[in-house]
């Protein structure tokens, strides 16, 4: 067994080094997180049961990889060591016991708790106050020295304010925001450039240019959290204190750092994280808790390369590796054919994925993909699963392109894409069952006319025995016919005839939204029908007339005007009258006129008094936009009961919070809170 043993710790030591260069080194990793940290648990669970075959080079005893070439070496005075992974519940009650057995105490232990940002660890120093030298972690003990580009980035500050110490060493991480992100790629890929896979990579690549100028135009952010060396050592007795005291000088630190006491309020404070992770304007990939006295932190020491008082608490990967078996090209409501991967099943963002988006055939085109190749997934919370990139070195020989069908693979007509466009589109309109059943559940869905009972399954077997040709055709149906469905009995029928008997009486705004006009979405229904009062004056309006109700480009407009100059469309709204389906007039709103123009609202949480239809409704009446998530151009958070990562976001950026009773005061009073 020793030799077994001997044979496969070899094995792993020689992988993690591998993926330790291709990961801190180059930017390039081959494997995901996840495997990696699998690799290095299996390593220690081997060195523990076999202590005699522990050496001082394992990667177990040591951090990353060593110094990239190409920039100058910086010997690190204390260490950069990494941190203990924790995986579980278990994992951190593990920890908090060791903790508190190592310190001699019953009590519960005091936490400094803050997200773990998923970017580059960095090590910056000053001299008297002013920027000196930045360094990377390399090996823990060797970084490569970037001073010269992390000088680059706006938040790093070149001179600290108040008085600092001789030498201050500050460790942090430099991240690139996702909003910024997303801009970089899109720059790069419109010069043909390579982009980069994560925002993560971007960050590190960012940093390690060897022209500065380069890293001056990103849009970097240093987030710091600890210190290396200082001198005179005069430092706060807390970790949360020390947070404060690096602020003073100038640094950024992470606004959702909490205190938190006991491991159960260290899960509590992950979960919380978790919920808010997807919202945030960067990428976190876990908490790290802290024993928060700096005293009990010294006490407590370090092993091997990392330190006892500190766990960094992962989430679940968000990206994993699997292979593109296949792509098949779905048709949605308005003819737009999506090309969607058919993947080898993995695991990954909590849930096992099969499926993913390639959004069109740009993006086919951007990231070179093969069917057959080895791709990088990424799902985050409830985001619908894409593929991200293609693993070039895993290609097989004959990786099959990806070709758009030049026929609708629902209904056989022609496929054409417009000049400009990203997208391609079937050509069949009602004639094409995909696109007329996404439209029938489009105008059915609960924020059109909100048909109860009549969902996807029941419309897939109404089109597919041609029952509904048109939304008009659901006024038309009974009981009987119905009854003969699957599963759908006498009752249920009844029912759902009630329901469509029901949805009548409609609003004019949710009439707009389901007929499923191109590019008109709630915000831009309620516009619709404020500035023209009745659908009849909005079909009546030209291109031009559209365009002046507020926040309608001229493309939005040329689509509505499109919709109502096709005599089937208008057809349609007749036939709508004709079967009992009636609308009020809308009282005509000019956006001078109105008492809130200009305020931006995000409503999170549940509601009491009024739905979230409702008061988006009353809200943009008085001339308020409602959006769906925080920035810093948000004016208010509507928070209702059980607000989750929204809240925490708003307070997060200042942004003021009300809630539900002083909503329902800003719509009585007309004015905005506080007026």
């Given at each position: ?331 949605g409501r308005t003819g737009v054919l999506t090309p969607v991967a058919r993947l080898e099943p993995v695991f990954v963002g909590g ?325």
């Amino acid at each position: 067994m020793n030799d077994e043993a001997q044979r496969r710790i070899a094995e792993l030591r020689t992988l993690i080094v591998h993926h330790d260069q291709r990961y801190h080194g180059l930017d390039e990793p081959e494997i995901p997180d996840a495997d990696y940290d699998a690799l290095v648990r299996e390593l220690r669970a081997l060195e523990a049961g076999h202590p005699e075959l522990v050496t001082a080079d394992s990667p177990t005893q040591r951090v990353g990889a060593r110094p990239a070439t190409g920039f100058g070496v910086v010997l690190h005075r204390v260490p950069m060591l990494s941190l203990g992974n924790g995986f579980s519940d278990d994992d951190v009650l593990d920890f908090d016991r060791r903790v508190r057995k190592l310190l001699g105490r019953d009590a519960p232990v005091e936490y400094a708790a803050e997200p773990k940002l998923d970017g580059l660890a960095i090590s910056v120093t000053y001299r008297d106050g002013r920027y000196a030298q930045a360094a990377t972690r390399g090996d823990g003990s060797r970084g490569e020295d970037v001073s010269a580009t992390v000088a680059q980035i706006r938040g790093v500050p070149k001179r600290l304010t108040g008085a600092a110490p001789a030498l201050l060493e500050v460790r942090g991480e430099i991240i690139l925001p996702l909003d910024g992100f997303q801009r970089l790629n899109e720059t790069m890929a419109a010069r043909g450039e390579k982009t980069f896979v994560n925002p993560r990579n971007a960050a590190a690549g960012s940093v390690r240019q060897l022209d500065p100028e380069v890293t001056r135009a990103r849009p970097l952010e240093l987030y710091v959290y600890g210190l290396g060396s200082v001198e005179p050592d005069a430092l706060p007795a807390r970790q949360s204190e020390l947070l404060e005291w690096l602020r003073a000088f100038g640094f950024t630190t992470n606004p959702l750092a909490a205190i938190v006491t006991g491991p159960e309020a260290c899960l509590d404070y992950y979960r919380r994280l978790g919920e808010a992770r997807a919202s945030l304007p960067y990428q976190i990939d876990g908490v790290v808790y802290k024993v928060n006295e700096r005293q009990a932190q010294e006490h407590l020491g370090f092993i091997a390369r990392e330190p006892r008082w500190a766990l960094a608490h992962k989430f679940p990967a968000e990206e994993a590796f699997t292979l593109l078996r296949d792509v098949e090209f779905q048709v949605g409501r308005t003819g737009v054919l999506t090309p969607v991967a058919r993947l080898e099943p993995v695991f990954v963002g909590g849930a096992t994925v099969s499926n993913a988006t390639l959004h069109n055939m740009d993006e086919v085109a951007r990231k070179d993909l093969r069917i057959g190749d080895t791709v990088v997934v990424r799902r985050a919370g409830d985001v619908i699963p894409e593929v991200v990139s293609v693993v070039i070195g895993r290609r097989p020989a004959g990786a099959g392109a990806i070709i758009l069908p030049v026929t609708c693979p629902s209904c056989g007509s022609p496929v054409v894409r417009e000049e400009g466009e990203a997208v391609a589109r079937c050509t069949g309109g009602f004639r094409c069952n995909a696109q007329r059943r996404e439209a029938l559940k489009h105008f059915a869905g609960r924020r059109a006319l909100d048909i109860d009972g009549l969902g996807d399954r029941l419309i897939d077997q109404l089109v597919e025995r041609d029952m509904v040709r048109s939304p008009a055709d659901f006024y038309t149906l009974e009981a009987g016919s119905l009854a003969g469905l699957d599963r759908m009995g006498e009752k249920s029928a009844q029912n759902l005839v009630d329901a469509i008997a029901a949805s009548r009486e409609t609003s004019l705004p949710r009439l707009l939204l389901g007929l499923g006009i191109r590019d008109v979405g709630e915000s831009t229904a309620l516009a619709l029908a404020q500035h023209f009062g009745d659908i009849d004056a909005l079909m009546a309006a030209d291109e031009a007339g559209i365009q002046e109700v507020p926040d309608v480009g001229p493309i939005v407009a040329a689509h509505v005007a499109r919709f109502f100059a096709d005599e089937g469309n208008r057809q349609l709204v007749e036939a709508l009258r004709e079967r009992g389906v009636r609308w009020p007039p809308v009282s005509i709103v000019r956006a001078t006129e109105a008492p809130l123009a200009g305020l931006v609202f995000v409503l999170t949480g549940t509601l009491s008094g009024l739905t979230r239809e409702q008061a988006t409704e009353a809200l943009t009446a008085l001339g308020a936009k409602v959006v769906g998530s925080v920035s810093k151009k948000t004016s208010y958070v509507v928070a209702g009961e059980e607000a989750g990562s929204k809240l925490d976001k708003a307070r997060a950026l200042g942004v003021p919070v009300i809630d539900e009773a002083t909503l329902v005061g800003v719509i009585a009073d007309r004015k905005p809170p506080g007026a």
